[in-house]
């Protein structure tokens, strides 16, 4: 895992995002301009909107199936045309680089 973003460099992050973000979409931007802004831009790479949204889906699909796992993980396979495993990678994984205390370093 690399290392965490300093407090600092975050902040210094937003003061360039929210000038580039008011020249585009004026003064009040919304939250779906800025993430369509970073996303066109490249800073957010789609494989993590990607896995964002099979995180979110599979809590949603988890309830639906009544908690079975092996049927919730063969749903979001069907549903995200990737295999049960990957889905399992993220699920287990990549959820844990969503958690604040591994991004940032204070």
Sequence with gaps: MGKRNNLKNVLRFTEILSKELQLRFGENPSIKDMLYHLS????????????????????AKLKINNGHMNHTFMDMSIEYELSERQIQTIIYEYQKKLQPKNNLYR
């Design 40 to 59: 066109e831009n490249g800073t957010i790479r789609p494989v993590a909107l990607r896995n964002y949204l099979i995180i979110q889906d599979f809590y």
